[in-house]
């Protein structure tokens, strides 16, 4: 990885199927240091007590859905900072925009090529320089919808 220091990023991802968590660790673990919650006010807690570096948020939980939590992060302003990357089955463009307009720096649909998962992480946290989206699993938030 290109960044100065040894330490790993840590990398929250929120999904409350343990499947897509597991899957999820199994991708990023050998390049971060990577912490998995099932549900928001867990996530909530964690985000106050540890420096997390990026979270990937599901949409669809019970209690609390993506777009709530993501909402509370953006305005907290000692959380606002943390880019957070939906990782969803919603493929409609209208949540892609409505991911955009919450805040959210990313949008990566379900099931995802772990390529993809890397580099859209890798992307947010400035550690690498993009390279050629390999599917259209990928929607970026600047307009182009």
């Known amino acids: ?3 100065a220091s040894d330490e790993k990023k840590v990398i929250l991802s929120v999904d ?3 499947s897509n968590l597991i899957a999820v660790k199994k991708i990023l673990e050998p390049l971060f240091d ?3 919650v099932k549900e928001g006010e867990r996530m909530l807690d964690l985000l106050k007590r540890e420096k997390i570096d990026l ?3 599901d949409i669809e939980m019970p209690k609390y859905n993506g777009f709530e939590l993501l909402k509370i992060i953006r305005e907290d302003p000692t959380l606002a900072h943390i880019p957070v990357i939906f990782v969803t089955t919603h493929t409609s463009p209208s949540f892609t925009r409505r991911a955009a307009e ?3 720096q990313g949008y990566i649909l379900k099931p995802f090529k772990p390529s ?3 580099q859209q992480v890798l992307e947010q946290l400035d550690l690498d320089k993009p390279i050629a989206h390999q599917d259209n699993t990928y929607s970026p938030l600047t307009g182009n919808m």
Do not use: C, S
């Open 55 to 57: 979270v990937l948020l």
């Open 34 to 36: 990577v912490r998995l």
């Open 16 to 18: 409350d199927i343990p």
């Open 116 to 118: 993809l998962l890397i």
């Open 1 to 3: 990885m290109n960044h």
């Open 102 to 104: 919450a805040g959210a």
